[in-house]
């Protein structure tokens, strides 16, 4: 971890609060894969004492999005009066038979974009073909996808659909709080939502289940920083939100991105891989938006959906086991031909493992 000097003393010195603060064993959690993939790059997990074991959360959405959902993208995209728009990670993510890449492959219209302000170009300059896009995000994606849907209002573009699979990031949180068997002791936030949603929403991670929770940024200090709060929670046992991140996260958040949230999408119950249906932790479109939801207006049949039942993406999801336990990992399952969604996405963590860890971390931690 190459850093300025003042950095280094800065990081010396958290280390080794870490280390007096922390008594006995704690398993901390992040919850977005931005921070999994800088853990790795960065060596955090080298430089903290073993008493101290980060574990990977459901924080990457291309990684908690159900085969359902994959299936169903990929029936509508052997329509041949269909174009589907999705951003590339999720090309290679196994549906129960098939993805998105294999059906490209045999003559489907796949097509990457960078922003869903693309896919109503490609509305207005394909307008005999429906148009779906892939809305797969969390709250820092929801707001542009509901922006998006304004302006094909707004323009009058009837051939643009989404099929949304948005989620909220609180919702699993609190659904692993609420397992048995979920053995968690803090939660890293991930500050890019917060940016959006403000603190609040996770205020019941303290007031409900008394463990402690930092909102943090991504660079390698900035994690240890974090850590360093939360042994400290820990170790005084004054429990609480800390926003560890305020050049960026504001109490409030982003009231201009929540409104529009607020006025297009509703709160429904939603599929997760590894979780099930969780209450509340899906968007969908409004009715005054229906016009664009594809599963309203597009009928399609899809295959009946099943999860791999060897692949254990849904447990690593959890923070149950580490994708070494996973005995698809690194044998049948590789970036280059995954079989599970946590190997697909860069910010997956049977990808960071996978990329980063050979040889490097401790795998039995």
């Given at each position: 971890?190459?850093?300025p000097?003042e ?12 280390d007096?603060l ?5 398993r901390?959690m992040?919850?977005c894969g931005?921070?999994t993939?800088s ?8 430089l903290?004492?073993?008493k101290?074991?980060l ?7 291309v990684c908690?999005t ?5 299936d ?14 999705t951003?590339g990670d999720m090309?290679k993510v ?6 998105l890449n294999?059906a490209?492959?045999q003559g489907?219209d796949v097509?990457i ?13 394909n307008?005999q073909k429906?148009i779906i896009f892939?809305?797969?995000g969390?709250e820092?994606?929801?707001p542009?996808t509901a922006v998006?849907?304004?302006t ?8 643009f659909?989404i099929?949304?699979?948005?989620k909220?990031t609180n919702?699993p ?10 053995k968690?002791?803090?939660f890293l936030?991930p500050g890019h939502?917060?940016?959006?949603t403000?603190e609040k ?5 303290a007031?409900k289940?008394?463990k402690p929770?930092?909102v943090?940024?991504?660079e ?11 042994a400290?929670?820990?170790s005084?046992?004054q429990?609480?939100?800390e926003?560890?991140y305020k050049?960026?996260?504001k ?5 201009v991105?929540?409104s529009?949230?607020k006025e ?17 932790s899906g968007?969908?479109l409004k009715?005054k ?5 594809a599963l309203?207006?597009i ?6 959906s099943?999860?791999?039942p ?6 690593i999801?959890k923070g ?8 698809l990992?690194k044998k ?15 910010e997956g ?5 996978y ?6 971390y401790?795998?039995?931690?």
């Amino acid at each position: 971890m190459m850093m300025p000097e003042e950095s280094r003393r800065a990081a010396a010195f958290f280390i080794n609060q870490i280390d007096v603060l922390i008594k006995k064993p704690v398993r901390f959690m992040e919850v977005c894969g931005t921070h999994t993939v800088s853990i790795f790059r960065s060596g955090i997990r080298q430089l903290l004492p073993e008493k101290v074991d980060l574990v990977s959360g459901p924080g990457c959405p291309v990684c908690v999005t159900p085969n359902d959902y994959m299936d169903m993208a990929i029936a509508y995209a052997k329509r041949k009066d269909t174009i589907i728009a999705t951003f590339g990670d999720m090309l290679k993510v196994p549906g129960t038979s098939s993805s998105l890449n294999e059906a490209k492959a045999q003559g489907a219209d796949v097509r990457i974009i960078y922003s869903p302000l693309d896919v109503l170009q490609i509305s207005q300059e394909n307008p005999q073909k429906q148009i779906i896009f892939l809305a797969v995000g969390f709250e820092t994606t929801a707001p542009l996808t509901a922006v998006t849907v304004q302006t094909a209002m707004a323009q009058h573009i009837n051939n643009f659909f989404i099929l949304s699979s948005h989620k909220w990031t609180n919702a699993p949180i609190d659904a692993l709080l609420s397992d048995p068997q979920i053995k968690v002791d803090g939660f890293l936030l991930p500050g890019h939502v917060c940016v959006i949603t403000g603190e609040k929403p996770f205020d019941f991670v303290a007031d409900k289940y008394r463990k402690p929770a930092v909102v943090t940024g991504f660079e390698a200090l900035d994690i240890l920083r974090a850590v360093y709060m939360l042994a400290r929670q820990v170790s005084t046992g004054q429990i609480q939100i800390e926003n560890a991140y305020k050049q960026v996260v504001k109490p409030e958040g982003n009231r201009v991105a929540q409104s529009v949230i607020k006025e297009v999408f509703d709160s429904v119950p939603a599929k997760w891989r590894g979780f099930g249906t969780i209450e509340a932790s899906g968007m969908i479109l409004k009715d005054k938006y229906a016009q664009y939801d594809a599963l309203q207006q597009i009928p399609v049949e899809k295959e009946i959906s099943r999860e791999n039942p060897a692949c254990r993406c849904g447990e690593i999801l959890k923070g149950l086991i580490k994708p070494t336990q996973c005995p698809l990992f690194k044998k049948t399952c590789t970036p280059d031909k995954p079989a599970g969604a946590c190997m697909v996405s860069v910010e997956g963590t049977c990808h960071a493992w996978y990329k980063y860890g050979q040889g490097r971390y401790h795998y039995g931690r």
